[in-house]
């Protein structure tokens, strides 16, 4: 071996390929000191060509890694190479680069190595060597992410089918909601035709539901006859005259059809309308006012609605003294006809349930109205409503005191009920068919039935 020989030579004949045992084989030195002598001569490198830097490193956390470099690479391509990067297995999702200077003493050095001792000098030159330094880093993620354990797999439950099939057993009681009809005519005084205001398809439509659901009780929220001819409010055509009779007759039929279908209590509360004839009788023949029969003075009066109508003698209860009359469905839940009205549309059930204390269903309007609210006292919360379901008669402006842009609309409810618990089902109606529970029960014209039954020309 030569008396001196540098870490630079030793270091080349690594860098062609030369193992270090071949080295040490070459120059009478164990593997050891050759490994030795060529390290530290690595680290006395000066850094002209690109090197991997102060730190090098590729640190992988599952399916996600972060390549990282400080020193002199300088691109993100230089960092691919130095961390020896399989672009097929990884994909970069963002990477930076940074840039700073560095200075450090200007020097010459001399240095030999023999037998692992440094021998040389070191020359300081007087200056300072600025160097730039560079920061490049990249995070990464697997293209085909690999599996993280434990893996998770997919559920496979077994479920046994339930039945969906509805059981009807009634454990709440059903009250069907019969709003205005407005039970009157007009008469052409030509042909002498009678045309009603009341609409026999949608009085048929709720007939048709209330035999299929059977309710325990069925109210009637007032203006059963719309009595035209006997109001001084309006100018009393001609057209109303003889029409009494006639709506008195079909009125009691329809409801007498009604009383047939349920075994229950039927409710007619009185209505504004149906306040007519006594409000006549007392403004222009007092005398007649209360009058009966001398021998049924137990009876109601002969011009009472009960009287005329036939309620009493079909089983059905009258309640008097609108605008206060009212009936319970249970003990939350009341019908009256009704005396607010608003202008705009929900307004009157808003002024209606802001002063109730309980559910209120009522009549009156016309319209299909809806608004609640939550009352909470020492007991809790609870929520009321108040309902209007519409009415039953035409709504096309021929009902007297209307006109074609009303704002009215036709429907009737069914109110599932307990003693203390309520559910209002809107059912609504068009063109005389009414639309309840997803069925549609279309309306038909009953007067060919109704003149049979009664042996009157309608």
Known sequence: MPKQI?????????????????IAG???????KVAGIIDRHK????QTDIPLGRKTEFVRSGNEAVAESVGRIKTLDQLIEACAIDLTSWKIDRYTVNKWEVGRKASTKDLTYEDGIINGSVFDNGGINVEPLYQVKAWLSKINPEPIKPVLKPINISVKSISTKQKHDRSLSAALIVPDTQFGFSRDIYSGKLTPFHDR???NSVLKIAEKYNPETIVFLGDIVDWSG??????RLPEFYFTSQPALIEASWVMAQFRALTAGRVVVLE???DLRPEKMLINHLVDAYGLKAADQLDCTPVMSIDNLLGLSRMGIEYI?????????INNNTKCIHGEKVRGQPGQTAVAVVRDANETVIFGHIHKYELASKTIRDRNGARSITAYSPGCLCHIDGRVPGSNKSNNWQ????????SSDESQIQHIDIKNGDAFYNGTIFKGIDYTDQLCKDTGWSF
């Open 410 to 417: 036709q429907g009737a409810a069914i109110v599932w009920y």
């Open 43 to 46: 680290k006395t490198l000066s």
């Open 201 to 203: 398809f949608a009085i």
């Open 320 to 328: 008097r003294g609108y605008p206060d009359g009212e009936t319970w």
């Open 271 to 273: 209505g504004n309308h």
């Open 26 to 32: 070459q120059y009478g030195l164990t593997r050891g």
């Open 6 to 22: 540098t870490g630079e030579e030793l270091y080349r004949l690594n860098k062609t390929g030369q193992s270090y045992a071949s």
């Open 230 to 235: 006997w109001s001084d409010k309006f100018i």
